[in-house]
């Protein structure tokens, strides 16, 4: 770690309303699952996500939003390595890849009315993984289902070789 290089981060100025982006910023997970919100604070603005990289542990993003005014709020997106410290590169790349995404998404979002919100929301809702009772019951259904397969294949069986 010789060659210490700074956590690559962007500031833009959006004019929207803080309030507005802070609504939009739960649907980047959503939309892209690559990025997973593991902590937001709604009072001090800041938003953390962790993505994983090809051979490394991954990133950490902080979105920091500032109000300007009414009407303009300011975005900081910082990328900062899990472990570590940005030392190569392609590592620099690979981070302002992760700001331009994220500031991409932000866009999307914030593009996207109600009733397209509302469906995403549905549709992940609806994709999510079984818990463990709801697997618990698929799978007793499941052999429920084999053992009434054998029974009936039994006895079959014995009314044709009796």
């Given amino acids: 770690m010789i060659g210490v ?23 980047i997970s959503i ?5 997973k919100e593991t902590s937001s604070d709604d009072l001090l ?9 090809f051979l490394s542990l991954g990133v950490y993003i902080d979105i920091t939003l500032e109000v300007l005014s009414e009407t303009k709020t300011g975005v900081t997106v910082e ?12 590592e620099v790349r690979y981070g302002n890849e992760h700001i331009s ?5 932000i866009s999307k979002a914030l593009k996207m009315n109600d009733g397209e919100i509302n469906q995403l929301i549905h549709e992940k809702e ?4 079984l818990t ?5 019951i698929k799978t007793n259904k499941m ?3 084999i053992i009434i397969f054998i029974l009936a294949a039994i006895g079959v069986y014995i009314k044709f070789h009796q």
């Fill in 5 to 27: 290089i700074p956590n690559p981060s962007k500031t833009i100025t959006i004019e929207l309303p803080c309030a507005k982006i802070t609504e939009v910023m739960p649907l």
């Fill in 126 to 129: 609806n994709s999510l993984p």
């Fill in 132 to 136: 463990k009772e709801e697997n618990n």
């Fill in 143 to 145: 052999i429920f289902g």
């Fill in 101 to 105: 995404r994220i500031f991409e998404l």
């Fill in 45 to 53: 603005k800041l938003f953390v996500f962790e993505a994983s990289e």
């Fill in 79 to 90: 990328v900062k390595r899990k472990i570590g410290a940005f030392d190569q590169a392609q």
């Fill in 31 to 35: 939309l892209h699952p690559k990025y």
